[in-house]
């Protein structure tokens, strides 16, 4: 038998990564209660993980990976129609703050999932191309794509909302 995880321990790898583990189901699933369910799933199948973490990285970094199986698992169920609305964009907080966070915030929320997922990912958790390359099983000379074409729609849609479409 492997390893059994206390209370304490879970509600301590709760108490680090429980906002990360939410925002990536929110990004994905782009629905509220799903994000919730998403996640909750993600710490019941993390207390029943029988190995042991090797480092505190290990740990994060399967809580990565298991939140983005557990949302595209949701994804392909056949009840799966709600999406999200404006309002849930309120509880998803990734953006830096400062002017133009919100916006920048919602512009992200908008693109495609392997863009979305690259850069929360690099910019926001700071992980290298090679490591989300790792997580993601993609190569990372992908990732470093989804992460520029990302950049260049985002780009695109903040010069559209500050001098109108062309």
């Not at 369910?37 to 042991?52: G, I, M, S």
Request: aromatic content about 10%; charged content about 35%.
């Amino acid at each position: 038998m492997g390893t059994v995880r206390s209370r304490e321990e879970m509600a301590e790898c709760y108490g680090r990564h429980g906002k990360m583990v939410y925002q990536i189901c929110l990004m994905l699933l782009k629905n509220v209660p799903d994000a919730e369910d998403a996640a909750q799933n993600v710490f019941r199948k993390a207390l029943e993980y029988d190995k042991p973490f090797r480092d505190p990285e290990h740990e994060k970094v399967w809580l990565i990976v298991t939140a983005r199986n557990e949302c595209k698992n949701q994804l392909k169920h056949w009840w799966r129609t709600r999406r999200g609305s404006p309002e849930d964009l309120e509880k998803l907080s990734c953006a830096p703050p400062g002017e133009g966070g919100e916006d920048l915030r919602k512009l992200i929320w908008e693109l495609p999932e392997k863009y979305r997922l690259a850069l929360y990912l690099h910019y926001y958790q700071g992980y290298s191309t090679q490591e989300i390359g790792g997580m993601l099983g993609r190569d990372p000379v992908t990732i470093r794509a989804w992460l520029s074409r990302g950049r260049k729609k985002l780009k695109l849609r903040l010069e559209e909302e500050e001098y109108g479409p062309s």
